[in-house]
């Protein structure tokens, strides 16, 4: 049962609804979103937790009727003045049942003890654990092939990210146990605030959006998991960021990198971005966020993204499929080639010493110098 769950949902109603269920030792936890159809200014939501870790749950939750965006609850006497006909529900008996095609979602809705009606879903949570569906271009199978690729891009358009291996398009956060993206803003981004802001010379003031974004990107390049990845503007590092791990074995002769690249203008061009990870449909937007107290950023050409979507890949290859384009291309080197791109990386100025202003990146660089065999 747990996971990202997503789907349409009919009956007296209709639009979309998420579900984003964690697990715990012996329950689990999570929150539902509604979005109707038509209603771009407010999200019906429900928190909710099981009694056991079963296939299958009746629960009675609190319904609350937040703004879109922002996880604040609008009082009821203000939708009363607002929508003076209109009925909201106080109350649903909220059923989940995992089945094979996915899980159904039912909830009858109450005000007080009138009821107003039911509505269903049957949802899914997408692919995101398992092998990447994405296929490698073929006409560039090797480094060189690479760079006379990349040399004949057009400027500016593309951004860039380097995996070290052949995984899904994932974010740190989904990448864990957890999936309650209201949780982690409500919860882990005060918890951190209060110890990291003890710990730089900057105070960020989270209320402030532009400080809040570099706060995550703070928190991100320090590796604690979060709903963004990073991305370069340049083919070069993220090329660097593919083959800097090295095995501590033996290396298979087989084993491949991955470099992702994004079409950032067509994306930009053919979507509006959104800059919340909580009360908002599915979207994966571009970030730029400041680079407080991050010295990395800079010298990293770095771009971020923001999402709340755990399977990436499929949701940009059905954007893409739904706009006739292609945003998202992959492509996979021979990681035997490491020793020869990081020595030909370096002579660019793309090497730990750049990337990594201070003493850990010196040593990086040096170590792969002098200890290159």
């Given at each position: 049962m747990r996971g990202q769950w997503q789907g349409r949902f009919g009956g007296y109603s209709h639009g979309e609804l998420t579900i984003e269920i964690d697990e715990y030792d012996d329950h689990y936890a999570g929150r539902a979103c509604v979005f109707e159809d038509n209603n771009d200014h407010s999200v019906y939501v429900a928190a909710f937790r099981t009694e056991d870790k079963g296939d299958h749950h009746r629960v009675i939750v609190r319904i609350q009727i937040q703004q879109y965006r922002d996880a604040v609850e609008v009082p009821r006497h203000v939708l009363a003045d607002t929508f003076p006909n209109v009925i909201f529900p106080t109350h649903a008996e909220f059923d989940l049942k995992v089945l094979r095609k996915g899980l159904r979602a039912t909830a009858i809705t109450r005000h007080d003890t009138q009821t107003l009606g039911t509505i269903s879903s049957l949802?899914?949570?997408?692919?995101?654990?398992?092998?990447?569906?994405?296929?490698?271009?073929?006409?560039?199978?090797?480094?060189?092939?690479?760079?006379?690729m990349v040399g004949g891009m057009e400027h500016d358009r593309f951004i860039f990210r380097g995996q070290p291996v052949v995984n899904r398009l994932r974010t740190s956060f989904h990448r864990t146990n957890r999936r309650d993206l209201h949780l982690f803003q409500a919860v882990d981004i005060p918890q951190l605030h209060g110890i990291v802001t003890s710990k730089t010379r900057h105070y960020f003031d989270l209320r402030d959006n532009i400080q809040n974004a570099?706060?995550?990107?703070?928190?991100?390049?320090?590796?604690?998991?979060?709903?963004?990845?990073?991305?370069?503007?340049?083919?070069?590092?993220?090329?660097?960021?593919?083959?800097?791990?090295?095995?501590?074995?033996?290396p298979d002769p087989n084993r491949?990198?991955?470099?992702?690249?994004?079409?950032?203008?067509?994306?930009?061009?053919?979507?509006?971005?959104?800059?919340?990870?909580?009360?908002?449909?599915p979207h994966f937007s571009l970030l730029y966020p400041v680079a407080l107290e991050n010295p990395r950023a800079l010298p990293q050409q770095a771009v971020c993204s923001i999402t709340t979507v755990d399977d990436v890949e499929d949701y940009l290859d059905r954007c893409g499929k739904a706009a006739n384009?292609?945003?998202?291309?992959?492509?996979?080197?021979?990681?035997?080639?490491?020793?020869?791109?990081?020595?030909?990386?370096?002579?660019?100025?793309?090497?730990?010493?750049?990337?990594?202003?201070?003493?850990?990146?010196?040593?990086?660089?040096?170590?792969?110098?002098?200890?290159?065999?």
């Open positions: 949802m899914t949570r997408g692919s995101a654990e398992r092998k990447s569906k994405l296929i490698a271009d073929k006409k560039v199978r090797s480094w060189e092939k690479f760079k006379q570099a706060f995550w990107n703070l928190l991100q390049h320090h590796g604690y998991p979060t709903p963004l990845l990073d991305w370069t503007n340049s083919p070069y590092v993220a090329a660097y960021f593919a083959f800097r791990e090295k095995t501590q074995i033996a491949k990198i991955r470099i992702f690249m994004f079409d950032r203008a067509a994306w930009l061009n053919d979507f509006g971005q959104v800059y919340s990870v909580v009360n908002v449909k384009k292609t945003y998202l291309r992959v492509f996979e080197l021979p990681y035997l080639e490491r020793g020869s791109v990081l020595s030909e990386l370096r002579l660019m100025g793309v090497a730990a010493g750049s990337l990594f202003p201070g003493v850990d990146g010196a040593c990086e660089e040096m170590k792969l110098k002098n200890f290159h065999s």
